[in-house]
C-alpha cells in the first residue's frame, strides 16, 4: 500500500511504499524510523482525529502530518472532500446528494467539528461537520432538497 504524506498542509509526498518505512518505537515513548537509508528520530506531541492531522517532532523540529490511505487517495479524486476546509464562513455541498437533515437553526453559534447536515451521496449519509467556531448566519438549503457539488448549504459569521 501506498501513502501520501501531506506536511503542513505545504508539502506533499506520494507514492511512498509503506514497505520502505521501517518504524521501531522506543522505550522513552520516542520513535526510530528508517526510510530508504536515512535515519530519523520522532516523537508524537498532539493528535487531532476529526482532522486526521499528527503533531510530530522529527529531528527537533515540529510537522503537522497528515497520512493518506489508497482510500483517502481515491475519495480526494473523486472529488468527495470538502470544499473548503479553512473557511467557516461558507459551508458547500462537497458533492451532489439530498439534504437528509439539517442539524442547526439560523443564530445558533456552533464549535469546529459540530454536526451541520447530513448529505445522503451514493447511498451513505455524510455528516458535514463546521470547520471552526462560528455562528449560523443563514441557512440555504432545506431538508429534502437535492443538492449539486459546490453548491452553498450555510453562511457562518
Request: aromatic share 4%; net charge negative; proline share 3%.
Amino acid at each position: 500500500m501506498n501513502y501520501k504524506i501531506i506536511v503542513n498542509e505545504q508539502f506533499e509526498f506520494e507514492d511512498i511504499p509503506a514497505d520502505k518505512l521501517d518504524v521501531i518505537r522506543e522505550t522513552d515513548g520516542s520513535y526510530h524510523l528508517l526510510l530508504g537509508h536515512t535515519s530519523h528520530r520522532a516523537s508524537i506531541r498532539g493528535f487531532d482525529p476529526d482532522r486526521r492531522l499528527i503533531t510530530v517532532e522529527l529531528n527537533g523540529r515540529t510537522f503537522q502530518v497528515r497520512l493518506d490511505d489508497a482510500y483517502d487517495q481515491l475519495v480526494d479524486q473523486l472529488g468527495l472532500k470538502k470544499v473548503s476546509r479553512h473557511r467557516a464562513k461558507d459551508i458547500k455541498a462537497p458533492m451532489p446528494g439530498l439534504v437528509l437533515k439539517i442539524e442547526v437553526t439560523g443564530g445558533q453559534s456552533v464549535s469546529a467539528g459540530d454536526p451541520l447536515v447530513i448529505l445522503e451521496a451514493m447511498k451513505m449519509e455524510n455528516v458535514i461537520k463546521a470547520d471552526a467556531d462560528g455562528t449560523i448566519k443563514s441557512i440555504r438549503a432545506e431538508e429534502g432538497q437535492a443538492v449539486d457539488k459546490g453548491q452553498l448549504l450555510i453562511e457562518m459569521e
